[in-house]
């Protein structure tokens, strides 16, 4: 299976900005949907953004008009803002339509 990494995360307070990174073996961003996944402690594995190849994006409600995902030719981001407490998890790439080896994610934690 495909294998991915994630990166950038980290401790910071409400209202503080992330931007995460997702690399990825070879061939995973040829595919055509890619997504930011993420994992609170006693909480189910929720989508939080996804993009295809061409560009479309889509948002769950709670972030959106908050986070940005993007991706270029190595690697895909997301860009998060106006970080609240709710949105403390483990944060992990994937494709949503061809799930590959989930990597270790990494932690985003918002607290003051």
């Known amino acids: 299976q495909v294998q991915f990494g994630e990166s950038g995360g980290g401790l910071v307070q409400p209202g503080e900005s992330l931007r995460l990174s997702c690399t990825a073996s070879?061939?995973?961003?040829?595919?055509?949907?890619m997504g930011w996944y993420r994992q609170a402690p006693g909480k189910q594995r929720e989508l939080v953004a996804t993009i295809t190849r061409n560009g479309d994006t889509i948002y769950a409600d709670s972030v959106k008009g908050r986070f940005t995902i993007s991706r270029d030719n190595a690697k895909m981001y997301l860009q998060m803002n106006s970080l609240q407490p709710e949105d403390t998890a483990v944060y992990y790439c994937?494709?949503?339509?061809?799930?590959?080896?989930w990597g270790q994610g990494t932690q985003v934690t918002v607290s003051s």
């Open positions: 070879g061939g995973v961003f040829s595919i055509y949907v």
């Open positions: 994937n494709a949503p339509l061809t799930i590959g080896s």
